[in-house]
């Protein structure tokens, strides 16, 4: 184990208080230090030094979305939402509904086609191994989307 590959570097991105920070360096006087503790604190001052603006902005804005509040109730994940939500890429790409990050309607065509033709190929993939109510709901969804681009691009 002498000769070491470098094939990547890690680096202790954890952020630490400086509270937190004096709590170690008492308790490594108290008892001999591991190597672990040695290898984490160099790294650590090193990024606090070296740090670059975009890394900044990144943990700022990770940050920001931590503060969001966690009572946000997501849909459970089955196959009918998963269908759902590939029902509402489409609409929003045909530019029947407002893209939610925008607010705004828009159509990119191509997308929806790539859309609808995801959800044709996971019908016929999936055939024979759906209830009754998935597959009509997923054959109903690829009728409409379908009748709706063809309407869109002609």
Do not use: W
């Amino acid at each position: 184990m002498a000769e070491e590959k470098k094939d990547f570097v890690v680096k202790d991105r954890r952020i630490f208080s400086e509270d937190r920070s004096e709590e170690k360096t008492e308790t490594a006087s108290d008892s001999p230090p591991k190597a672990s503790d040695e290898a984490g604190d160099k790294t650590e001052s090193v990024d606090k030094e070296e740090k670059p603006a975009e890394e900044k902005s990144e943990k700022d804005a990770a940050g920001a979305a931590k503060e969001e509040p966690e009572d946000i109730r997501l849909p459970e994940i089955n196959f009918p939402t998963f269908i759902f939500s590939l029902n509402s890429s489409a609409l929003v790409h045909l530019g029947v509904i407002e893209d939610p990050a925008t607010g705004q309607k828009a159509k990119n065509l191509p997308m929806a086609k790539q859309t609808i033709d995801i959800l044709g190929m996971i019908e016929e993939k999936t055939k024979g191994n759906l209830t009754e109510d998935e597959a009509s709901m997923l054959k109903h969804i690829l009728y409409e989307l379908r009748i709706i681009y063809v309407k869109e691009k002609g």
